[in-house]
Antibody, heavy 116, light 107 residues
Framework: EVQLLESGGGLVQPGGSLRLSCAASGFTFTNYIMNWVRQAPGKGLEWVSGIRGIDDGTYYADSVKGRFTISRDSSKKTLFLQMNSLRAEDTAVYYC?????????WGQGTLVTVSS | EIVMTQSPATLSVSPGERATLSCRASQSVSSNLAWYQQKPGQAPRLLIYGASTRATGIPARFSGSGSGTEFTLTISSLQSEDFALYYCQQYTNWPLTFGGGTKVEIK
């Protein structure tokens, strides 16, 4: 069974940093593009970033480019999102999602709140 | 960036009735279109991919159609558990983009 378990969310001040993790199990981690998708309170879904398993190539939404860095540790089957220079508008639930073209598996999400 | 537009924003339907949700892409996404269902406090759940293929375990009352720029999700006979938010998403090009969602509520 595919499982994705996010962690690392919390309260951070504007301008601060946070690192999210997503522990994967039940599938061959390097065979998939892994992604972060976020959802601000009461808002819709926004894709944030993705990373290829084959060569660690990365993709970013314009809204986070230059501030967020996606990475993966394939030996530990873990996905990361390093978030720097955080802004109030980054407040959201962050989901880890496996991409098979579409997103076929999602974690339960971790809440990031950016506030002073 | 491909912009995905969903309509209507809210759909009021009685249990047992048919619901038709629309999704339009700003340029062709071929059949690289997925639909997700989301309930309060839960992660999204994949319903349809490839515009018309039901995901594993999804009931037959859910069906998807369309290609190019116009897509439809149909729920043939709404059950109580189907009242939720629905999102479409294209996966033809990066950045991957979602529609703004349609809320299906009880009439």
């Amino acid at each position: 069974e595919v499982q994705l378990l996010e962690s690392g969310g919390g309260l951070v001040q504007p301008g601060g940093s946070l690192r999210l993790s997503c522990a994967a199990s039940g599938f061959t981690f390097t065979n998939y593009i892994m992604n972060w998708v976020r959802q601000a309170p009461g808002k819709g879904l926004e894709w944030v970033s993705g990373i290829r398993g084959i060569d660690d190539g990365t993709y970013y939404a314009d809204s986070v480019k230059g501030r967020f860095t996606i990475s993966r540790d394939s030996s530990k089957k873990t996905l990361f999102l390093q978030m720097n220079s955080l802004r109030a508008e980054d407040t959201a639930v962050y989901y880890c999602a496996r991409k098979s073209g579409h997103f076929d598996s999602w974690g339960q999400g971790t809440l990031v709140t950016v506030s002073s | 960036e491909i912009v995905m537009t969903q309509s209507p924003a809210t759909l009021s339907v009685s249990p047992g009735e048919r619901a038709t949700l629309s999704c339009r892409a700003s340029q062709s996404v071929s059949s690289n279109l997925a639909w997700y269902q989301q309930k309060p406090g839960q992660a999204p759940r994949l319903l349809i991919y490839g515009a018309s293929t039901r995901a594993t375990g999804i009931p037959a009352r859910f069906s998807g159609s369309g290609s190019g720029t116009e897509f439809t999700l149909t729920i043939s006979s709404l059950q109580s558990e189907d009242f939720a938010l629905y999102y479409c998403q294209q996966y033809t090009n990066w950045p991957l983009t979602f529609g703004g969602g349609t809320k299906v509520e009880i009439k």
